[in-house]
């Protein structure tokens, strides 16, 4: 067994002050940039920590000047831009491999992102021979959810790490966290 790490979109725009703020942004990333740096038991085995952002050039519909907050939002995560990148005081140089999703289309799903050799996640945790995942970060109703989905559907047990999960909103939060139980992750 062997377990990697995965943040999910732990990014300036969705934490305070940016684009598309989630209330526990900043909570969330202090205890995963804690988590990163000071491995403990439960945690020190990681083969690997990667990470996942939201990375728009143009998106088309994701984008919105009246956001529906459903399936248009502010513009945010723009490629290249403080909004994008990664929330301190999560360090960079502790995550092993970045994996971009959304250029010209919505992507809610780390497993659609793609590291700096044009790998899928999915396929690179597989190279890695990667069976297991703890999985964290913004949003848990939108990114954390789909992430988790898409990975328990390619074959990865997966444990959700809700302490450092930030929602949109606390009922879709609480709603996406039974979703991906009955999927079949564990919640710790
Ligand atoms: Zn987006």
Not at 47 to 54: L, W, Y
Not at 147 to 176: H, I, N, Q, W, Y
Request: hydrophobic share 40%.
């Amino acid at each position: 067994m062997k377990t990697a790490l995965l943040l999910v979109d732990v990014q300036n725009d969705f934490c305070p002050g940016g684009n598309l703020a989630t209330a526990r942004g900043d909570e969330v990333a202090s205890k995963i940039a804690e988590l990163i740096s000071t491995p403990d038991s439960r945690t020190r085995d990681y083969v690997a920590t990667v990470a996942t952002q939201d990375w728009h050039i143009d998106p088309g519909a994701h984008f919105s000047e009246k956001p529906d907050f459903v399936d248009s939002w502010p513009v945010h995560c723009v490629a290249d831009t403080y909004g994008a990148e990664i929330r301190g005081p999560v360090r960079r140089d502790l995550i092993d491999q970045f994996f971009k999703k959304g250029e010209y289309s919505a992507a809610y799903s780390g497993f659609e992102g793609k590291n700096a050799d044009g790998a899928l996640l999915g396929d690179w945790l597989r190279e890695q021979g990667v069976t297991h995942l703890d999985v964290c970060g913004i949003a848990t109703d939108y990114c954390v959810r789909a992430t988790v989905l898409d990975a328990l559907k390619e074959g990865f047990e997966v444990r959700v790490l809700r302490g450092m999960c930030s929602p949109v909103d606390d009922k879709g939060g609480a709603d996406a966290l039974q979703a991906m139980m009955d999927a079949g992750a564990e919640i710790v």
